[in-house]
C-alpha cells in the first residue's frame, strides 16, 4: 500500500469519525432507563419522558439532572454541571480537532511547495490522535459517571445508540491517525532512500 493509498484510507475514517462524532454529540440517545414505568432517554443535551424533552441544564437546581427531585444541595450540583459541561467539551474539541485534520489531511494530496507533503501527513496524524484522545477522555468522563451515579439511580437502564457511535468515532478517529502516520513514515523512507 503506498503513501496516497494510506491518506486515502485516512481520510476516509476521518471523514465518516467526524461525521460520528457530530451526531454523537448532538443526539438524545446516550442512555435509556425506566422511570416511573415509562422509558426515558437522554443525551449530552437533552433528556426525554413521557414524549417531553427537556434541556439538561432545566433539571439542574430543583429538579435533578433525571426528572427525580434533587435534595442534595448545591455541590452535588455542581458537580452534575461539570461532567455534562465537561463530555460536551471534549466531544466538540474532538469533533473540531478531527476537521482540522481532515483540513490537514487533504492539503497533503496537493503539492505545495511552500511546504513538505510529509509534514501536511504528520500534522493531520497528530490532529486525528489529538481528537481520539479528546473523544477518550468525553467517552471516559460520560462512562465513569454513569456507571458509578446515574447507572445506580436506575435499576433498568442501558447505553444506548448515541453512546455506542462514540466509541465507533474513536475508533474511527484513532485509524486515521495510524494511516497518516503510516503515510509519513513511506514518505520519509522514500525520501531518505532517494529516487531509484
Not at 511552500?114 to 479528546?134: D, H, K, P, Q, W
Amino acid at each position: 500500500m503506498g503513501g496516497g493509498a494510506c491518506m486515502g484510507g485516512g481520510l476516509f475514517c476521518a471523514i465518516v469519525g467526524n461525521i460520528l462524532l457530530v451526531v454523537s454529540t448532538a443526539t438524545d440517545y446516550w442512555m435509556q432507563y425506566r422511570l416511573s414505568g415509562s422509558f426515558a432517554h437522554q443525551g449530552l443535551w437533552r433528556y426525554c419522558m413521557s414524549g417531553k424533552c427537556y434541556m439538561q441544564t432545566d433539571s439542574i437546581g430543583e429538579w435533578g439532572a433525571l426528572g427525580t427531585h434533587s435534595t442534595t444541595g448545591t455541590a452535588s450540583l455542581d458537580w452534575r454541571v461539570a461532567y455534562w459541561n465537561a463530555t460536551r467539551a471534549f466531544m466538540i474539541l474532538s469533533a473540531m480537532s478531527c476537521f482540522a485534520g481532515i483540513i490537514a489531511g487533504i492539503l497533503s494530496f496537493a503539492h505545495f511547495s511552500a511546504f513538505e507533503r510529509f509534514n501536511r501527513s504528520f500534522a493531520a496524524g497528530i490532529m486525528f490522535f489529538v481528537s481520539t484522545l479528546f473523544v477518550l477522555l468525553a467517552m471516559a468522563i460520560y462512562t465513569g459517571v454513569t456507571v458509578n451515579f446515574l447507572g445506580k439511580r436506575f435499576g433498568d437502564w442501558r447505553f444506548s445508540w448515541s453512546y455506542i457511535l462514540g466509541w465507533v468515532a474513536l475508533l474511527m478517529t484513532f485509524f486515521a491517525g495510524i494511516f497518516y502516520m503510516c503515510a509519513y513514515r513511506m514518505h520519509e523512507c522514500r525520501r531518505v532512500v532517494g529516487p531509484r
